[in-house]
C-alpha cells in the first residue's frame, strides 16, 4: 500500500482512448509535482507527463498531442487522458510524485493496446 491508487487501465484496441486516474491520500497533493510513469515489460520505467504545483505540464515528446495530464485539487485526484493510442503505450502506468518517492510507488494500472 501506499500514497496513490492507480486506476481506469484496461484493454483497448489501436486508436482507441482510455482515461487513467490517480487518487492521493493526504493533505499535500496539491504541493507536489505529480508525474504518471509507465513500464512495459523488460524496459525501464519512464516519465509520461508530469504537471507542477502551478499546473505548468510537460509531456514526453511520444505522447505529445495525445495525451492530456490534469488535477484535480479538490478531489485530490490526478488523471490522464489518453488518445489515439498506439500498441507502443502498452505498459502498466503509474503515477508518483517527480521526483519520485521510492515508498510511494504503487501497483499501477495495466493498458494493453492491440487488436
Known amino acids: 500500500q501506499g500514497q496513490f491508487a492507480e486506476s481506469g487501465g484496461g484493454l483497448v484496441q489501436p486508436g482507441g482512448s482510455l482515461r487513467l486516474s490517480c487518487a492521493a491520500s493526504?493533505?499535500?497533493?496539491?504541493?507536489?509535482?505529480m508525474a504518471w510513469y509507465r513500464q512495459s515489460p523488460g524496459n525501464r520505467r519512464e516519465i509520461v507527463a508530469t504537471?507542477?504545483?502551478?499546473?505548468?505540464?510537460t509531456y514526453s515528446d511520444s505522447v505529445k498531442g495525445r495525451f492530456t495530464i490534469s488535477r484535480d485539487r479538490a478531489k485530490s485526484t490526478m488523471s490522464l487522458q489518453m488518445n489515439t493510442l498506439k500498441p507502443e503505450d502498452t505498459a502498466i502506468y503509474y503515477c508518483?510524485?517527480?521526483?519520485?518517492?521510492?515508498?510511494?510507488w504503487g501497483q499501477g494500472t495495466q493498458v494493453t493496446v492491440s487488436s
Open positions: 504537471i507542477n504545483s502551478s499546473d505548468k505540464i
Open positions: 508518483n510524485s517527480y521526483p519520485s518517492r521510492d515508498i510511494w
Open positions: 493526504g493533505s499535500l497533493f496539491s504541493l507536489f509535482t
